[in-house]
């Protein structure tokens, strides 16, 4: 059935450091990936998305990257600051199954001073 | 432009009682999606509405129902609670369609049922 395998469940870095949270999805008809930012108390926020179509897309110090034949992308975060601190969460959306994102099981990232 | 609402944002409900959730979309989004997130089972998906059809629906029982009114706002309906449904309840709206695949949460409504 329709799965997304996330990995690391817990990431701590030192500032300034690199993160990279790696995600796998199962059904092959997911055309769009988009990664979210929860933080305590709110609701997930919209950090940086990609579809199918594309291999890599990046936006200031967030990338994200996308191998289709291996059905695994992945979000890297550089020069990492303590507000980066956060659950994100990775998920996976296929058109024929409307309305309905596949979540991963979230990575909480520490962002240590 | 303002953001997803939902109103109210924390609920007290005790066993065998229903419970209505609101949700208002980002104006001009036609798609409201609901979802359920507990720390064991994650972010799971309950149904999607666009214009006021329920297009899409997880793997709930039917004690989790929605509707959507003709201006998008969304609700979702439980019925005949049980202490299982103590979670955050989601919903993200979207512009639907294939130009329009994002979807932006509100802050959700907590609900605790005792």
């Known amino acids: 059935g329709e799965n997304v395998e996330q990995h690391p469940s817990t990431l701590s870095v030192q500032e300034g450091d690199s993160a990279v949270i790696k995600c796998t999805y199962s059904?092959?008809?997911?055309?769009?990936f988009p990664w979210y930012k929860q933080e305590l108390g709110k609701g997930p926020q919209l950090i940086i998305d990609i579809r199918s179509n594309v291999g890599e897309k990046k936006d200031q110090r967030i990338a994200v990257t996308l191998n289709k034949t291996a059905k695994h992308f992945s979000l890297h975060i550089t020069e990492t600051q303590p507000e980066d601190s956060a659950v994100y969460f990775c998920?996976?959306?296929?058109?024929?199954?409307?309305?309905?994102?596949?979540f991963g099981q979230g990575t909480t990232l520490q962002v240590k001073p | 432009k303002a953001g997803v609402t939902q109103t109210p944002r924390y609920l007290i409900k005790t066993r065998g009682q229903q419970v209505t959730l609101s949700c208002s979309p980002i104006s001009g989004h036609r798609s409201v999606s609901w979802y359920q997130q507990t720390p064991g089972q994650g972010l799971q998906f309950l149904f999607e509405y666009f214009s006021e059809t329920q297009r899409n629906k997880g793997n709930f029982p039917g004690r989790f129902s929605g509707r959507q009114f003709s201006n998008s706002r969304s609700e979702m309906n439980v019925s005949t609670l049980e202490l299982g449904d103590s979670a955050l309840y989601l919903c993200?709206?979207?512009?639907?369609?294939?130009?329009?695949?994002?979807?932006?949460f509100g802050p959700g409504t907590r609900l605790t049922v005792t």
């Open positions: 993200a709206s979207s512009l639907g369609g294939t130009s329009g695949y994002e979807q932006y």
């Open positions: 998920a996976a959306y296929g058109s024929s199954n409307t309305g309905k994102l596949i």
């Open positions: 059904d092959s008809a997911s055309n769009y």
